[in-house]
């Protein structure tokens, strides 16, 4: 059985990752911070799909949950095989209302959660069956343009993770633990979820895409689904941008 954690998997890039891993022979933990209908919803998808699946709650910026939730994995399917760090947000807040507190929050959620999982995680999946950790930045932390949107918390915080993950690629390499990110571009997001752009930010953004359109969460899916394949075994500390050639 190959065993799953993904984190923020109740929509978006989190529960299109989910559905194209699952199969018969694996399992999932599907989280999510406050979602818990969406997240029900992923893993009876994942039932359907032949796979295990169970659903665990939290926030990563809350101290014990990252342990938790890789405890359920080894609870309940006997280790873990996968890390997908996918859980966050975006955050346009602008300089002079960007309270530290606020800050601290983004690089709590994303920096110091991605932390506690792969300090969680680093014995299970030594244990495990050719083992991935695959974290998933965001665009945000490469596109710095006056005629753009910009996220001074979120890049911080994205940028500070593809940082972290090329130390610990290292750090894991001993152990046959790949450590990648994915980066994705501007990415539609499920029907009913929020987004911290205007639809008129997104239209503007197209201009910036070469291929004229923005992505799928599937498109994204694809890529971490690759490097949480056997056939990524020789890949680690890599970026993998996901953005149609976003001009950035």
């Known amino acids: 059985m190959r065993r799953h954690l993904v984190t923020g998997s109740s929509s978006g890039i989190g529960a299109a990752t989910c559905r194209l ?27 359907g799909r032949g796979a295990e699946a169970v659903v665990a709650m939290g926030d990563l910026a809350e101290p014990g949950t990252a342990e938790a939730l890789v405890a359920t994995a080894v609870d309940r399917f ?7 760090a996918n859980a966050g947000y975006a955050d346009r807040t602008r300089l002079d209302d960007l309270s530290p507190e606020r800050f601290e929050e983004s690089l709590r959620v994303i920096g110091t959660g991605f932390l506690r999982l792969a300090r969680a995680a680093r014995a299970p999946l030594a244990a495990g069956t050719e083992p991935r950790v695959v974290a998933v930045g965001s665009f945000v932390a490469h596109s710095f343009r006056a005629d753009a949107p910009v996220f001074l918390a979120s890049a911080a ?9 090329r130390a610990l690629a290292i750090e894991l390499a001993p152990q046959c633990i790949t450590v990648n990110c994915v980066v994705p571009g501007a990415i539609a997001k499920d029907s009913g979820t929020v987004s911290a752009m205007t639809p008129e930010q997104w239209r503007a953004s197209l201009a910036r895409i070469p291929l004229g359109r923005v992505g799928k969460p599937e498109e994204v899916a694809a890529a971490i689904s690759f490097l949480c394949s056997p056939a990524a075994a020789y890949v680690t500390g890599q970026a993998l941008h996901v953005n149609g050639g976003l001009v950035i």
């Open 78 to 84: 006997g280790g873990l095989d996968v890390l997908v």
């Open 21 to 47: 891993l699952a199969g018969p022979g694996t399992a999932f933990v599907v989280h999510a911070r406050a979602n818990a209908q969406g997240a029900e919803r992923v893993a009876a998808d994942l039932r």
């Open 157 to 165: 915080a994205k940028g500070g993770l593809e940082g972290m993950v």
